[in-house]
């Protein structure tokens, strides 16, 4: 009673705070209607749901779309930016990447205490979160803590449970797979502190080569039993179904398995990893959406609202003034603080991370630790992958292809596959995902990283090959050489207007029509879209003739200025490839010669910078310069193999093959995954359509034996699931296969089964063959009545009246008769069970699913339609050839349905 009397408080208060928020939440002037927030799946992400999405859409009326694509924010984001089309709003991201992307200019710079909600007390914004704010761009949401669960049913016997985390380098000891995050972030340091090292030597260690190269042969000890993960919902999905003995994850997402799930888990607390967790803003939003994001954040990052995440996952808020609003318990750890979670039924035993007002603010290590993972995570990840000899990421195999090699090739082109990749996301229980901004060798890095040099230096420079050349004086090291140049000769040729006007050649010029469009065309190939509305610039027909490499550039700078990023080119300086391209033009003698007539705007400034003599123009240097990988014959291979307008990238991803500089290869071990599923898929659907037959065969046989007016009856019952909905049913079976299931209960009730070794019917291969079993039974039982109830009798009774035994009269003489039936009845099974991927989704856990569920996924979740058509078209010619066989052994004029 007393629990219920708090929780209703709670209540109580939630409701008295959220109407509150209500009053005082100001109306939202220019703001979209809609928005996409990026997060990491799970429970986590249902927390925020129900926290902060639910409740703000209720005052607004917005809708929510959530992407669960959080581990590969850093990857996508530079491919959103670099494509100029920045399609997600809010990121919820850790603080080491919240660094990386302000550094780098993705992510929008904020004033804490101007964008978000004081604490109730009036304490500003950026003092209630304290140190916790890491970055001038991140918003700290939560505190949680990186550590360990295990399978209590899996330990050895007479072994003492793990309680160390250097025990998942102990094999011996505690045989099986683990389970480890697919990024450096906290295995390094586990490593190395198993290694020997002190704690506060660790970062230390850890920042030199020897040191990298220390933690990582540690870790390759383990690499042959090792599932990487990337969402941190899977590793307690991998230890629920017995796939692993041991695996990292987030608290949370632990405290949820063993508290609502009621998991046969442990967590192991030793050496856990305190970390933030929090919201950057990307840079570049259109201004209805990011006033849209602001209003949002300062609802969903007040006091109470953050107070409200913890009642539904076991994450502290990061709001010192929020844990006043939460509800407390005694710890069964000493020395530390808990919170009763409101599904936990086993009392106070979630440990959930917390900042309170009285608390000091975390330890500068934790800081300092997200600083080392800005600074050499994608190093040291790249060093894992070689060392450990995990599963390598694919090359793009068929997005780069659709893109150009040439002169002008934009870097949008060459990093298109973080875009269009052939296959986003593997299976986790057949390795690791590719991630095109690793290419599967040094030699190809280079390509990933081409333009990238963050958001001021991306405004100076073209998207086409020419943007490798230096940038403007004052960034960096880069120096505008031919800009400063031509300004040297003649002022002018710093100014906007001066460039426009020259380069359409005047009011009343002939336009060169077909050049300006030759470069929109580019750009909509580039950004994948329609680009609508007039040019605002078109190049004179004259000056395109005397200056056809300049043209072209300048052509490229307008076009790309109108339509992506919607400013005047009149008003904007060109990019410093318009003025090399100058620089090339000015040193042809045939344009010279005919610029020496030429009359238009600017002739006279050009044909002083014809007279001056520019720098000449060493474009293999320029590229050099930009990456040294331009220099390596490798770095060219890879553009050629991937450059065909046609590509057969699809149909080899989809065999686990993949295209290479060196020609077509078979992916590593650890990537293969469609040949598994494809037999997977063959052996399982046969399976059903075995037990179809076993099951409908002597059903079929009763009814056509029954009389008329009892078959009808029984009829009724065997139609009846087609008027049940099928989720319904699959539902159905879920709860009667189950651990704490009907059967199971019956079984123990029985005694034939302990409590504690309860049988693992669902989320595997049995559980969606009996499934599917169920579904599919009546497209057995009708052919096959149809069929028997066409053999006559008499048949029967003149084999037992010639002396046959019953057996042999049936096998000898009914048997053969039904076989048509039965063939019809294997047909219409097999291409069901082929094709279906409902019920094995909703049931088949990571080894009960098929290969069509594969297809759904990447038709309506990773939009690759093209590995998803090329997978359908194999699946399609698989049957084909199996029913081709059926008619040479069989006979398909054997068939019958009655």
């Known amino acids: 009673m007393k629990r219920i009397t708090t929780l209703a408080a709670t209540s109580m208060a939630a409701l008295i705070a959220g109407t509150a928020l209500a009053q005082d939440l100001p109306p939202c002037e220019n703001c979209a209607d809609s928005m996409t927030v990026v997060s990491w799946g799970g429970a986590y992400q249902d927390s925020q749901i129900k926290a902060y999405s639910e409740p703000y859409a209720a005052l607004t009326g917005v809708t929510f779309t959530w992407d669960e694509s959080s581990a590969e924010a850093v990857a996508k984001l530079r491919a959103m930016d670099e494509a100029g089309n920045i399609t997600w709003d809010l990121v919820d991201v850790v603080a080491s990447d919240a660094m990386r992307l302000c550094d780098e200019g993705l992510a929008l710079e904020i004033d804490h205490d101007e964008a978000l909600a004081p604490a109730p007390d009036g304490t500003p914004a950026s003092e209630d979160f304290g140190d916790l704010i890491v970055s001038d ?18 330990v050895p016997a007479g072994v003492e449970p793990p309680s160390s985390v250097c025990d998942i380098f102990d094999l011996a000891k505690y045989p099986g797979k683990r389970a480890l995050q697919k990024r450096p972030i906290d295995n390094m340091e586990w490593a190395l502190y198993c290694d020997g090292v002190a704690k506060d030597e660790i970062y230390d260690v850890l920042g030199t080569d020897e040191g990298v190269e220390r933690a990582l042969a540690k870790l390759g000890t383990i690499k042959d039993q090792v599932v990487w993960w ?126 309170r007002a009285q608390d000091p603010a975390p330890a500068k290590p934790n800081l300092r630790r997200g600083s080392h993972e800005r600074d050499h995570t994608d190093r040291a990840d790249a060093r894992r992958r070689r060392h450990t000899a995990e599963a390598q990421p694919a090359p793009c195999a068929a997005g780069a292809e659709d893109a150009r090699a040439g002169a002008d090739r934009s870097a949008s082109d060459l990093r298109a596959c973080h875009l269009h990749r052939p296959d986003r996301r593997h299976a986790l229980s057949f390795g690791g995902k590719p991630d095109c901004r690793q290419h599967a060798s040094d030699d190809r890095r280079g390509i990933a990283r081409l333009g990238r040099r963050g958001a001021s230096r991306r405004k100076c420079l073209p998207r086409a090959l020419l943007r490798s050349l230096p940038c403007r004086r004052g960034q960096g090291a880069h120096q505008a050489v031919f800009q400063d140049a031509l300004e040297d000769v003649d002022p002018a040729f710093g100014k906007a207007a001066f460039w426009h006007e020259t380069m359409s050649g005047g009011a009343g010029a002939e336009g060169n029509l077909q050049l300006i469009s030759n470069q929109i065309g580019r750009i909509e190939r580039v950004e994948a879209t329609r680009l609508e509305g007039e040019a605002a610039f078109v190049p004179g027909a004259a000056i395109s003739e005397i200056l056809p490499n300049t043209a072209r550039a300048y052509a490229a700078f307008a076009a790309f200025t109108q339509f992506v990023d919607g400013a005047d080119p009149a008003k904007k300086r060109p990019w410093e490839s318009v003025h090399a391209a100058l620089a090339i033009d000015l040193a ?150 189950q651990q704490q299931g009907v059967i199971n209960d019956v079984l123990v009730w029985l005694g034939l089964v302990g409590d504690a070794n309860r049988l693992v019917m669902i989320n595997n291969q049995f559980g969606t063959i009996v499934a599917m079993t169920h579904i599919l039974l009546p497209f057995m039982i009708l052919p096959l009545f149809s069929v028997m109830s066409t053999i006559k009798p008499y048949y029967v009774r003149a084999a037992r009246s010639l002396g046959a035994t019953p057996w042999t009269a049936f096998w000898r003489v009914y048997f053969p008769q039904s076989v048509p039936g039965i063939g019809a009845g294997c047909i219409l099974v097999f291409i069901l069970a082929i094709g279906y991927y409902i019920t094995p989704e909703l049931v088949g856990g990571t080894t009960g699913t098929f290969i069509s569920n594969r297809i759904a996924y990447h038709i309506s979740s990773s939009l690759n339609w093209g590995l998803a058509a090329a997978l359908g078209t194999i699946l399609l010619v698989v049957v084909l050839g199996l029913y081709w066989t059926y008619d040479k052994i069989v006979g398909i004029d054997n068939v019958k349905l009655g």
């Open 137 to 154: 761009c991140y918003i700290p949401q939560i505190v949680y803590s990186t550590t360990f669960g295990y399978r209590t049913d899996k």
């Open 230 to 355: 990337s969402a941190g919902a899977e590793t307690p999905q991998l230890l629920a179904d017995g796939e692993v003995f041991l695996g990292s994850t987030f608290n949370g997402r632990l405290f949820s398995a063993i508290a609502e799930q009621n998991q046969p888990i442990e967590m192991l607390w030793d050496m856990q990893s305190f970390d933030l967790d929090g919201w950057i803003v990307p840079d570049g939003l259109p201004e209805d959406r990011l006033n849209r994001v602001m209003h949002f954040l300062r609802f969903a990052t007040d006091t109470q609202r953050l107070a409200d995440q913890a009642k539904f996952i076991s994450y502290g808020p990061a709001r010192a003034s929020s844990a006043p609003a939460m509800i407390w318990t005694p710890s069964s750890r000493p020395g530390s603080r808990s919170k009763r979670h409101a599904c936990d039924r086993r009392g106070p035993a979630g440990l959930l991370p917390i900042r």
């Open 588 to 737: 042809d003698p045939d344009g010279v010669g005919a610029l020496a007539a030429y009359d238009g705007p600017g002739a006279e400034a050009l044909r002083a910078a014809a007279a001056a003599g520019l720098p000449p123009v060493d474009m293999t240097a320029a590229l050099i310069a930009s990456n040294k990988d331009w220099q390596r014959l490798a770095f060219w291979r890879v553009i050629k193999t991937y450059s065909p307008p046609y590509t057969t990238g699809y149909f080899l991803n989809a065999v686990d093959m993949q295209k290479t500089p060196q020609g077509v290869a078979l992916r590593s071990e650890g990537e293969r995954i469609y040949r598994i599923l494809f037999e997977r898929t063959l052996f399982m659907s046969l399976m059903i359509m075995a037990s179809c037959v076993a099951l409908g065969y002597p059903i079929a046989f009763l009814l056509a034996n029954l009389p008329m007016r009892t078959a009808n009856m029984l009829m009724i019952l065997v139609l009846l699931p087609f008027w049940t909905s099928l989720l319904v049913r699959t539902s159905a079976w879920k709860v009667l296969l």
